[in-house]
């Protein structure tokens, strides 16, 4: 296991720059012109208004060649590949409440978290699982893009899908690891406890700003446990129906001190927020949307919003060890851009469909060294000793 520590800490040869979770902006001081994350989906933007407004030329040039295919993947892949919970994790999220002392709200969305916990199994287990593999396919599909310009609304783009897999580990407290390969691409991510990094291969290697958050993946029916964790706090907003299932709502947010400490220059988090679906039949959590709101005031410009919201239909949930786990789902995300005061907007729909191969708890010889992150991080930390 030590050899995959090593092995990642190669992957570094760029310099870090915080891995954002929203729209970046030029940067007037660097003397390079490298992406940062989501400078590819300001690019693919930019890409579909060349493709809107261009002659026939120009439909060609963009609209049917291979860099549009892989600004599309590149697209797909920031927003879908390994996104994080607006929320870190508690470490003891069982625990006895003082009804007298919080919120209605708060203490049925714990009746809900417990009543989950026991439909999944998880408070039988006599030990809780020290580790966890899982492997599973992917299938991405970058869908149409609606440009309006106040007056008219355009859609661009055919449905284009790529196949991939990946792989999940993850130890207990907070450690996880991801390796994403789709249509040639290959994203990894991880998180020792303390750093949470990804690299890709046109960014290199990032850390993400804020406090140390789990990973989307985990918390969508693959550890109940996590699941529970990251709702321990939750408020119920009443109920809704998804299907044909009557859900209780769970929502959790990124408190404001929180959001600031992911701020990067003009580009400003306003909130994330994810919400929880748990039905009322099963017990089961069943849909998971969050929402992510950035605000950027470049100097001389008006300022614009970016908006991503992603939702999961959750099921097939099997048992693997005595405990319910999630093996199929499907993910719709959203990327919409507007400003405050220009009536033009953008709005591209993007599509998963996920499955999990393979589940196994207690993984034998897994260790901490294969969480360790790329030299680069710890490089970049001293150097703001």
């Known amino acids: 296991m030590a ?36 400078e590819v989906i300001r690019e693919w933007f930019r890409m579909q208004k060349h493709i809107q407004v261009g002659s026939t030329f120009s439909m060609s040039l963009y609209g049917t060649v291979n860099p549009a295919k892989g600004q599309d ?72 893009t609606e440009i309006s310009s106040g007056k008219t609304v355009k859609s661009l783009g055919t449905r284009s899908g790529e196949n991939g897999c990946f792989v999940v580990w993850q130890m207990s407290p907070g450690m996880w690891s991801l390796e994403l390969v789709v249509g040639g691409h290959k994203v990894v991510a991880g998180s020792n406890s303390k750093i949470v990094w990804r690299h890709t291969p046109w960014l290199g290697t990032h850390a993400a700003k804020g406090p140390q958050r789990p990973l989307r993946r985990i918390i969508q029916g693959l550890d109940p446990k996590s699941t529970a964790s990251l709702f321990a706090r939750a408020q119920c907003l009443g109920e809704k129906r998804i299907g044909d299932d009557d859900c209780f709502v769970l929502k959790v947010a990124a408190d404001r001190a929180a959001v600031m400490e992911r701020n990067e220059g003009p580009a400003e988090v306003i909130r994330h927020v994810l919400y929880g679906y748990f039905s009322q039949k099963s017990g089961l959590l069943i849909y998971m949307e969050d929402s992510h709101l950035t605000r950027v005031q470049s100097p001389g410009n008006d300022p614009v919003y970016w908006e991503t919201t992603i939702g999961s239909s959750i099921g097939d949930y099997r048992d693997v060890d005595g405990v319910l786990i999630a093996h199929q789902g499907r993910t719709i995300a959203t990327v919409f851009r507007f400003g405050e005061v220009s009536v033009q907007h953008s709005r591209t729909r993007m599509e998963e469909l996920w499955r999990i191969d393979d589940v196994v708890f207690n993984v034998e010889g897994l260790s901490i060294d294969s969480f360790i992150p790329p030299a680069d991080i710890f490089d970049s930390l001293h150097s703001h000793d």
């Open 3 to 38: 050899s995959r520590g090593r092995r990642r800490q190669r992957w570094c040869a760029q310099p870090l720059t915080p891995l954002m979770e929203g729209p970046d902006i030029e940067r007037q001081d660097e003397g390079s012109k490298k992406e940062s994350s989501w």
């Open 73 to 144: 993947l590149r697209l797909l892949l920031g927003v879908l590949g390994c996104p994080l919970a607006p929320i870190p994790l508690l470490n003891n999220p069982i625990h006895r409440l003082h009804i007298k002392d919080i919120p209605i709200e708060s203490s049925t969305a714990h009746y809900i978290i417990q009543q989950y916990l026991a439909a999944t199994g998880s408070l039988k287990e006599k030990r809780s699982a020290k580790n966890m593999y899982a492997a599973g396919a992917v299938k991405m599909i970058c869908c149409e």
